[in-house]
């Protein structure tokens, strides 16, 4: 369950694609999913882009498009991601669960039978395209800005749910905090090599 409130979101530095993301949850949801090899801030327009391109972001419209014609809303320049074709038939597929499996409704995947946060975290890594980190993200996300209840999402979001931490876009609220995020993630490969 989430508290009534709508954050206003800054990943990806937009206005209206904020608006978007922090408005329409299918919005958010395909932009975790296009967050991979591209900027974070190129990955939170895309849904924008979509929607502009489409007249509005469905799920249904998405699930259903013709897919080389959706392909081509994707490619069409400037490209939603630098692999736009793939990444088209994630987004389609991605729709198409919603659509099978949750009515259409991306809010029952954390709302639907008030789940724990360890049952939301499950749900999203069954999501096609969400493996284990992207989940925990989300699940992050969905926790630090949208006021997440399900007991125990915290836990359930490993080190990204922490308090006050600084690596991922679950703790990006403005710029200064995008910049943290991005030399937590630099640190981190360093010391990885």
Known sequence: MLRAMIPELCLAQDPDSDHLLSTNP????LGMLLDQQIPMEK???????ISDRMGGLSVHRIAEAD???FAGIVAEK???HRFPGSMAKRLQVLAQHLVEHYDGQ????????EPTGAEVRKRLEALPGFGAQKAAIFLAL??????LEAEGWREAAGAYGEEGSRRSVADVTDSASLLE???FKKAAKAAAK
Not at 106 to 113: A, D, E, H, S
Not at 142 to 147: I, R, S
């Open 142 to 147: 969905l926790g630090k800005q949208f006021g």
């Open 67 to 69: 897919p080389e014609e």
């Open 106 to 113: 991306p809010t029952l995947i954390w709302t639907r039978g």
């Open 43 to 49: 990955a939170f327009k895309g849904p924008k882009l």
């Open 26 to 29: 299918l919005a958010l949801l």
């Open 181 to 183: 995020v991005r030399e």
């Open 78 to 80: 400037p490209a939603v």
